[in-house]
């Protein structure tokens, strides 16, 4: 009897240990999410959240690489073959967008995201170590300044067509949204009020962030977008300056060879490998075999590279382009059909600044100011050889036609041609540069979320 009695007592025990440690375990709390106000307490939680907007900022949707390869078939007119079946894409080809444009959606998206990771970080910029919190915060406002600029000239008219004081550009946000709901709906700021907040953000940025910095943003990254961003407001003289304190800076050169400029192709049978940015990137994003591919390869690759082989060079405009003394015409490559060698491996990085724009910058604002003494203390000529030299070119003139030609050569492809157009209001066929068919439509999912937003005109 007494051993039964024992007995008992060890099953009740256990009984009850059972018992309490089921109830422990119903008690933990669900570990799939976490409270906005848990989420950024430490150093070290900001700084992760910083890595989530870069990779954010680089997806193929925004920085990675698709809307620049949009602007590019949207002023597409004879270089580009298009064999796609995405009918976005043909869209964008036809000068046809419609409002329900999927891709066109995900620009809108993923750059909002990328803002809103930076407003997170920036709203917890006090819990950073104080040795951390000046290069943290200003990476945050390269972000948030960089997406705002490729969002108002995507979705905006154009800073030079009409008023850019009343013309509508995109919202802008400058704290965390947590929740949406009709309280924090955002009307359209103005171009103008758009173009000043990614002035302020990059400008601040370029105060706070350092000289070198690995392959995330640094001081000259922000010159660089501000030296771009001048050159579209038609603001020469701000343009020229931020170019020459790039150039200047002393921490970058031009490859010695153009393609060296670009990731490079794998040899033909091997697996495409990521590589690290050349000394001529200002700014790129970083592709790897675990984050994504380059999104530029996607369409301008061939298959053997990874590439989908939708989007072919045209050897007639290759041929009517380039002289055959121009090393830049070997930036082709014949896979059954022409592709641009400078995005084949589907895992190299994006190059988002290099510095041939900076030189062509600084030339183009001192041509077009042609001061006493010009900016930077180098002529336009200079400026020009620099960048033509490499490519085995002489130069003889440095007129605004000498240097803006020199822009299409020098970065075909890489999404500068719409936005080139639209500032010195240059037709594309017989679409005047100002046609609402050249301008992203707001997403009419975002209109039917957010009752304040308004559509562009032409949709």
């Given at each position: 009897?007494?051993?039964t009695?024992?007995?008992?007592?060890?099953?009740t025990?256990?009984?009850?240990?059972?018992?309490?440690?089921?109830?422990?375990?119903l008690?933990?709390?669900?570990?799939?999410?976490?409270?906005?106000?848990?989420?950024?307490?430490?150093?070290?939680?900001?700084?992760?959240?910083?890595?989530?907007?870069?990779?954010?900022?680089?997806s193929?949707?925004?920085?990675?690489?698709?809307?620049?390869?949009?602007?590019?078939?949207?002023?597409?007119?004879?270089?580009v073959?298009?064999?796609?079946?995405?009918?976005?894409?043909?869209?964008?080809?036809?000068?046809?967008?419609?409002?329900?444009?999927?891709?066109?959606?995900n620009?809108?998206?993923?750059?909002?995201?990328?803002?809103?990771?930076?407003?997170?970080?920036?709203?917890?910029?006090?819990?950073?170590?104080?040795?951390?919190?000046?290069?943290?915060?200003?990476?945050?406002?390269?972000?948030?300044?960089?997406?705002?600029?490729?969002?108002?000239?995507?979705?905006?008219?154009d800073?030079n067509?009409?008023?850019?004081?009343?013309?509508?550009?995109?919202?802008?946000v400058?704290?965390?949204?947590?929740?949406?709901?009709?309280?924090?709906y955002?009307?359209?700021?103005?171009?103008?009020?758009?173009?000043?907040?990614?002035?302020?953000?990059?400008?601040?940025?370029?105060t706070k962030?350092?000289?070198?910095?690995?392959?995330f943003?640094?001081?000259?990254?922000?010159?660089?977008?501000?030296?771009?961003?001048y050159?579209?407001?038609?603001?020469?003289?701000?343009?020229?300056?931020?170019a020459?304190?790039v150039i200047?800076?002393?921490?970058?050169?031009?490859?010695?060879?153009?393609?060296?400029?670009?990731?490079?192709?794998p040899?033909?049978?091997?697996?495409?490998?990521?590589?690290?940015?050349?000394?001529?990137?200002?700014?790129?994003m970083?592709?790897?075999?675990?984050?994504?591919?380059?999104?530029?390869?996607?369409?301008?690759?061939?298959?053997?590279?990874?590439?989908?082989?939708?989007?072919?060079?045209?050897?007639?405009?290759?041929?009517?382009?380039?002289?055959?003394?121009?090393?830049?015409?070997?930036a082709f490559?014949?896979?059954?059909?022409?592709?641009?060698?400078?995005?084949?491996?589907?895992?190299?990085?994006?190059?988002?600044?290099?510095l041939?724009?900076?030189?062509?910058?600084?030339?183009?604002?001192?041509?077009?100011?042609?001061?006493?003494?010009?900016?930077?203390?180098?002529?336009?000529?200079?400026?020009?050889?620099?960048?033509?030299?490499?490519?085995?070119?002489?130069?003889?003139?440095?007129?605004?036609?000498?240097?803006?030609?020199?822009?299409?050569?020098?970065?075909?492809?890489?999404?500068?041609s719409?936005?080139?157009?639209?500032?010195?209001q240059?037709?594309?066929?017989?679409?005047?540069?100002?046609?609402?068919?050249?301008?992203?439509?707001?997403?009419?999912?975002?209109?039917?979320?957010?009752?304040?937003?308004?559509?562009?005109?032409?949709?």
């Amino acid at each position: 009897m007494k051993k039964t009695y024992i007995n008992n007592i060890i099953f009740t025990c256990i009984l009850l240990m059972m018992l309490s440690s089921c109830k422990k375990a119903l008690d933990i709390n669900p570990v799939d999410t976490i409270e906005q106000k848990n989420a950024l307490n430490t150093s070290k939680d900001v700084e992760g959240a910083l890595v989530g907007a870069y990779s954010d900022l680089g997806s193929r949707n925004f920085f990675g690489g698709r809307p620049f390869l949009m602007a590019d078939f949207l002023a597409n007119t004879d270089a580009v073959e298009w064999f796609g079946t995405y009918e976005e894409l043909t869209q964008a080809i036809n000068k046809s967008l419609l409002k329900t444009n999927v891709f066109v959606d995900n620009v809108w998206a993923s750059g909002y995201t990328a803002i809103n990771d930076a407003n997170n970080v920036i709203a917890a910029i006090d819990k950073v170590d104080a040795a951390k919190k000046s290069r943290v915060e200003g990476e945050a406002k390269f972000i948030r300044g960089a997406a705002y600029f490729e969002l108002v000239r995507l979705f905006g008219r154009d800073y030079n067509d009409g008023s850019p004081t009343t013309n509508l550009g995109v919202p802008i946000v400058l704290t965390p949204t947590n929740l949406i709901s009709e309280a924090n709906y955002v009307s359209r700021a103005t171009v103008t009020a758009v173009y000043n907040q990614a002035i302020a953000d990059l400008t601040d940025a370029e105060t706070k962030l350092p000289a070198t910095n690995g392959f995330f943003a640094t001081k000259s990254a922000a010159a660089a977008m501000l030296a771009r961003l001048y050159l579209q407001m038609g603001n020469y003289s701000a343009a020229a300056n931020a170019a020459n304190r790039v150039i200047t800076s002393g921490n970058y050169h031009l490859t010695s060879n153009y393609l060296d400029a670009f990731p490079k192709m794998p040899e033909s049978g091997k697996p495409a490998k990521p590589g690290d940015n050349t000394t001529e990137d200002v700014f790129a994003m970083q592709v790897t075999t675990l984050t994504g591919f380059n999104g530029f390869n996607e369409f301008y690759g061939s298959s053997t590279f990874g590439g989908r082989g939708d989007a072919v060079i045209s050897q007639d405009w290759i041929d009517a382009t380039y002289s055959t003394d121009d090393d830049r015409i070997n930036a082709f490559y014949d896979d059954d059909d022409i592709f641009t060698a400078k995005f084949g491996n589907q895992f190299g990085n994006v190059p988002v600044i290099r510095l041939a724009e900076m030189y062509l910058i600084r030339a183009e604002s001192n041509v077009r100011l042609a001061p006493a003494a010009p900016i930077g203390g180098v002529t336009p000529l200079q400026d020009l050889a620099t960048v033509r030299s490499r490519a085995g070119l002489t130069t003889i003139t440095a007129t605004l036609a000498d240097i803006l030609n020199e822009r299409k050569l020098e970065f075909a492809f890489e999404g500068f041609s719409l936005h080139d157009a639209k500032r010195t209001q240059t037709n594309i066929g017989n679409i005047p540069w100002n046609s609402t068919k050249l301008v992203f439509p707001i997403p009419q999912r975002e209109i039917d979320a957010n009752t304040k937003l308004t559509q562009n005109a032409g949709y």
